[in-house]
């Protein structure tokens, strides 16, 4: 049997059960609007991962010069001045004399 308007889901957290159900929906509409929905929860969520990584990277680069945390975190040294970058984007406007301090402020070497 076919799935119709009133067979529900399979429960959260089993995607691939989930995205197969979704593909034997039959009306088309409700198709879209299923995956639309849907795809609006993960855009969020890895909206938010995405921020949380950054921060994580902020975070190291506090104690650490971006190198060192880049190594620490196993990517490129670009990679981690990238997050840096996000994090520092994200972040709200410091009152005047509480910037964040950069690794070229910690003593990294010009």
Same mark, same amino acid.
């Given at each position: 049997?076919?799935?119709?308007? #009133?067979?529900?889901?399979? !429960?959260?957290? #089993?995607?691939? !059960?989930? %995205?197969?159900?979704?593909?034997?929906?039959? #009306?088309?509409?409700?198709?879209? =609007?299923?995956?639309? =929905?849907? %795809?609006?929860?993960? &855009?969020?969520?890895?909206?938010?991962?995405? !921020? %949380?990584?950054?921060?994580?990277?902020? #975070?190291? =680069?506090?104690?650490?010069?971006?190198? *060192?945390? +880049?190594?620490?975190?196993?990517?490129?040294? &670009?990679?981690?001045?990238? %997050?840096? &970058?996000?994090?520092?984007?994200?972040?709200?406007? +410091?009152?005047?004399? $509480?910037?964040?301090?950069? *690794?070229? &402020?910690?003593?990294? $070497? $010009?």
């Amino acid at each position: 049997m076919s799935p119709g308007r #009133d067979e529900k889901p399979p !429960a959260p957290g #089993d995607n691939e !059960a989930f %995205l197969a159900w979704l593909e034997t929906v039959p #009306d088309p509409e409700r198709r879209y =609007s299923i995956a639309t =929905s849907r %795809l609006e929860e993960y &855009q969020e969520m890895v909206s938010r991962l995405s !921020a %949380l990584r950054a921060g994580a990277v902020a #975070d190291a =680069s506090e104690e650490d010069s971006v190198s *060192s945390v +880049a190594r620490r975190f196993g990517v490129s040294r &670009q990679r981690a001045y990238q %997050l840096l &970058q996000e994090a520092k984007s994200r972040e709200p406007a +410091a009152p005047e004399g $509480k910037k964040r301090r950069t *690794s070229r &402020q910690k003593g990294r $070497k $010009k």
